[in-house]
């Protein structure tokens, strides 16, 4: 069994919230954590699947069913499907507001944060269950395959690299086929919606140039950033803004886009095995949007995500905003031995920030004499993060 890193958290929220919504993307284990917690007061759990017709029907009158069930821990999944539900658990919270009354679980949280958000205010605590992260899974010789294989539960703990991508190539277009056309709505053509999520595999670690893919796709432009948005409202994708600081240049003002799991991007690629990936021109840019997403999991909301790039040549993959709202200055090499390019030199003249790193997948960690740390993902993620978010 696999410790997830955000149990603790939900477990002393549920001491306090009457409501607790865990939200990520499909299958990255939000059901079977929900329902292997201990909840507090050892309250009886049900558990209501609303994909599931007969749990459906259970709600139609959901107020009358729920009081039955009023000394119970009621998990709710997939809660967006049934909007109405969020002003009825309101009402129940207030006739009897103890902790740990509901957990909702949702993987579309434009709805779900928007329907519980106005219903639940004061009421609920959310928390977002991404798939594993590296120090969620560590041993050693691990850091290749769960790069390759991403987080996902399924991938990660298949037998072999080839079920892997067998099962995230399903997942993927399972994925943009059903369940992101059927957000979309009637206008939408699942074979259209599966050629748009290939289609952003050839930007990621890239600038977000969305006049071109609405020109290599035939969309409008609006029609395309729609897409953008309800990819990563469900916690596929993610848009890395450029830092913009008074510094007397010329700065990128563009996004940069990334697949957040690195197994989704390497099936979405048609990347068959980890020799395809290794000998693949966009190696590099894996790599980085791996390691950018990895942070993310550590730091979550406590930092701020930029990246900094001149007209002149300037660059940082990730520029980091602390809690103190310090600086550090990240480069992502996928080499243990790297070469540190001009254009970061000159960024650190730039933006000056208090630390300096460049990360490698598993090199030894030690400090240059020009101040900039080289270290591996691993001790970044477990010694040198923990200390920059303190």
Request: aromatic share 10%; hydrophobic share 40%.
């Amino acid at each position: 069994m696999i410790y997830r890193a955000a149990t603790k958290q939900i477990l002393d929220d549920l001491a306090f919230f009457p409501v607790v919504a865990i939200v990520g993307p499909r299958q990255a284990g939000k059901t079977t954590l929900a329902r292997q917690l201990q909840i507090p007061g050892s309250k009886p759990v049900l558990y209501l699947d609303l994909e599931w017709e007969e749990d459906r029907a259970k709600l139609a009158d959901a107020g009358t069913y729920l009081l039955q069930h009023e000394d119970k821990c009621v998990i709710i999944d997939e809660v967006q499907i049934m909007p109405q539900l969020f002003g009825i658990l309101r009402s129940l919270v207030d006739k009897k507001r103890e902790p740990a009354r509901f957990i909702l679980l949702g993987s579309a949280s434009p709805e779900l944060l928007r329907n519980s958000a106005e219903s639940l205010a004061g009421r609920i605590s959310y928390h977002e269950l991404t798939p594993f992260s590296l120090p969620e899974i560590w041993e050693a010789g691990i850091l290749r395959q769960h790069w390759f294989r991403g987080g996902f539960p399924d991938a990660f703990l298949a037998p072999d690299d080839k079920r892997a991508i067998t099962w995230l190539t399903q997942f993927s277009t399972t994925f943009a086929e059903r369940d992101l056309a059927q957000v979309i709505g009637k206008e939408a053509n699942p074979a259209n919606v599966l050629r748009f999520v290939r289609m952003l595999g050839h930007v990621h670690g890239q600038m977000l140039n969305i006049s071109g893919l609405s020109n290599s796709l035939n969309l409008a432009s609006q029609t395309v950033s729609r897409y953008l948005d309800l990819l990563e409202g469900s916690f596929l994708t993610r848009r890395l803004e450029p830092f913009f600081a008074n510094v007397g240049k010329r700065l990128t003002k563009t996004p940069k886009f990334y697949y957040r799991d690195s197994g989704f991007y390497h099936a979405v690629a048609r990347l068959r095995d980890r020799e395809d990936l290794y000998a693949h021109p966009a190696v590099g840019a894996s790599w980085e949007g791996y390691v950018i997403e990895q942070v993310y999991r550590i730091a979550g909301k406590q930092c701020e995500y930029y990246f900094y790039r001149t007209s002149a040549g300037a660059e940082v993959d990730l520029l980091l905003l602390t809690p103190r709202s310090e600086k550090v200055c990240i480069e992502i090499k996928y080499a243990n031995a790297p070469h540190i390019s001009r254009g970061f030199y000159n960024s650190l003249d730039d933006l000056k920030p208090r630390l300096k790193y460049v990360i490698t997948p598993d090199s030894e960690t030690y400090r240059r004499s020009d101040g900039i740390s080289i270290v591996n993902i691993h001790d970044f993620l477990t010694v040198e993060l923990p200390e920059i978010i303190a």
